[in-house]
Nanobody, 124 residues
Framework: QVQLVESGGASVQAGGSVRLSCTAS????????TAWFRQAPEQEREFVGA????????YYADSVKGRFAISRDTTKSAVYLQMNNLSPEDTAVYYC?????????????????WGQGTQVTVSS
């Protein structure tokens, strides 16, 4: 069973930065599309951004565009979410998800494997 593990969650002040990491137990992780989603209390889980299988395409939800950046380090089999200029509205549990078929979509149903999530709390 493939396991995704997120790390790096933190509590920060508004305007601060956090970097999340996502690693997987599968050797083929680097060849999968990987996305970040987040879920705030009593809210639906929403798409944040995704990176394609080869890493050549990355796209973001409008709400985070210009503040968040996704990257992949194939030497470490990791995908990162760098979050800058955070606001309280970014407070959520952040999840990474992997799509083995490389569809690179914003739909949760596209993704085959999910991590357990990591909490990011932004205070004003």
């Amino acid at each position: 069973q493939v396991q995704l593990v997120e790390s790096g969650g933190a509590s920060v002040q508004a305007g601060g930065s956090v970097r999340l990491s996502c690693t997987a137990s599968a050797r083929t992780f680097d060849s999968w599309a990987t996305a970040w989603f987040r879920q705030a209390p009593e809210q639906e889980r929403e798409f944040v951004g995704a990176i394609s299988c080869g890493g050549g395409s990355i796209y973001y939800a409008d709400s985070v565009k210009g503040r968040f950046a996704i990257s992949r380090d194939t030497t470490k089999s990791a995908v990162y979410l760098q979050m800058n200029n955070l606001s309280p509205e970014d407070t959520a549990v952040y999840y990474c998800a992997a799509d083995v078929r490389c569809r690179l979509g914003s739909r949760r149903s596209n993704y085959d494997y999910w991590g357990q999530g990591t909490q990011v709390t932004v205070s004003s």
